[in-house]
């Protein structure tokens, strides 16, 4: 009896064991956490695989797995379309590649092994102007060409003097003694939205990059579609004329895919002016907030982050009507890289990116900027090659600009990613977190503080679990009191000193803490 029941028993087991075996079978993986951290690229500044001195698409590829390594989840390329200038934003056929660069057929290998990693790419869109050299304004500088109306030309009673919207000359002169349009220089003649045929086409350059595959479009001087000279700058009617131009174009775009991102460029100075663009577009790039952050880092004192995030974004989720994505950063290639506006401070370098990487949203990290990497003005200086080697040459090192910062072997891939104290393992650290704490992705931000300016905290309030962030921008520890029996678990701390008891979190100099 006992023999059949040890029989019976067994197999049971054996059945139940099958039939989970099963099950996992048939049950797709569960996807990993996504860090919803960007990674922004400048091709010909990447990695070069040809040997002709420029990065290039297969570059890209050929890096990934670095990508994969620091944790981000989706890289955002600067131009990769045909163009006359170095940069790129002025584009001649946007519906092919930068020769360059590669071809059609390296770019669809790209997003292929992208997306076996889990990393999505969305590809930068110059909609406000062409380039002059482009076939288009080539056509349209005949009166009598179809193409004519696809740019704006002055008229007998055009103010020729005037200023642009981005501060230079807003008119320039052909040699035929024609004036057109051209808000950022003669070389970039604005496209006229006003023509439905120039809608219509770039919908369709929009749809056509999506079959291709990619993800979405970082949108580049998103704002200036119609906000073209220096008194359009406040003006209600162009807002909306933007602003009806984007939900045209998402619209456009949808039935390519639906789930495409738009991230638009809307170089604003206070964050109620980026208001009125949620909803239009799934996000925009947070310029006061990149502001606030380095600052902060800067003076070693909270100015009002948490209250200031609190309060723009309920803003923004009731004007996109919850399903705003802020794009938080810290500076990009128009701007002085990060470590330069800090003079080198690495201590406060890691606060920034430390703040940077625990807000909600899509934090977006220049390339290099995880190395430390230093760049200030002329713009070709911010653009310099990606540091790989201790030594500064190497295989796939792009050679077509030079470095001026003085950045020495170790601001490297090279020397940093075997050492666990480096900047770029700080970001992989924080990335990490990212990954598996939702609240950082997905919360609700709140403020809370206490009485100490040199510590940064909000709180994230998320179905799976509340955190609350904690920075010390200071050199000093500090210890911050809890009042409220809320948050009595410590989730992730950067720097060892960092300790919790009942009633009070201590944090060592620069450490940053998540609770729960």
Known sequence: MKSRVARCTLLLILSALAANLMAAAVQPARAPARSDVYYEIFVRSWYDTNGDGIGDLNGVTAKLDYLKWLGVSGIWLMPINPSPSY?????????????????????QRLLREAHRRGIQVIMD???????????????????????????????????????????????????????????????????????PAVREEMIRVGKFWLKQGV????????????????????????????????????????????????????????PDELVPWMGALDATFDFPLAKR??????????????????????????A????????????????????????GNVEHMRTAAAMLMTLPGHPFVYYGEELGMRGQKPDPHLREPMRWYRAGKG????????????????????????????????????????????????????????????????????PQGDALVLHNLSGEAQTVPLPAPRFRTLLRHSRPGTSLDAARLTLPPYGSAILQ
């Open 87 to 107: 940069h790129g934003y002025d584009i001649t056929d946007y519906y092919a590649i930068n020769p360059q660069y590669g071809s059609l057929a390296d770019f």
């Open 125 to 195: 869109l110059v909609l406000n102007h062409s380039s002059s050299a482009s076939p288009w304004f080539e056509a349209a500088r005949d009166p009598h060409d179809p193409h004519r109306d696809w740019y704006t030309w002055a008229k007998p009673d055009t103010d020729l003097k005037a200023i642009s919207a981005t501060g230079g000359p807003a008119w320039h002169a052909l040699p035929d003694g024609q004036n057109y349009l051209g808000i950022f220089n003669a070389e970039m003649p604005d496209l006229n939205y006003d023509a």
């Open 215 to 270: 993800d979405g479009f970082r949108l580049d001087a998103a704002q200036h579609i119609f906000d073209d000279l220096e008194t359009d700058w406040d003006s209600p009617t162009v807002l909306e004329k933007n602003l009806a131009w984007w939900r045209e174009f998402h619209r456009g775009i949808d039935t390519a895919n639906p789930h495409a991102w738009l991230v638009g460029e809307v170089a604003r100075h206070h």
């Open 293 to 318: 952050l380095v600052e902060s880092a800067a003076q070693e004192r909270d100015r009002d982050i948490g209250a200031t995030l609190a309060r723009t974004c309920r803003a923004y989720r009731s």
């Open 320 to 343: 996109a009507h919850g399903r705003f994505d802020n794009a938080p950063f810290l500076s990009n290639h128009d701007q002085e890289r990060v470590m330069s506006q800090l003079d």
């Open 395 to 462: 295989a796939g090192e792009p050679t077509w600009e030079g470095w001026s910062a003085g950045d020495g072997p170790a601001v490297s891939v090279e020397a940093e990613r075997g050492d666990s104290a480096s900047l770029a393992n700080w970001y992989r650290m924080l990335i990490g977190w990212r990954r598996d704490i939702p609240a950082l992705r997905t919360g609700i931000l709140r403020d809370w503080r206490d009485a100490n300016r040199h510590v940064a905290a909000w709180e994230l309030d998320d």
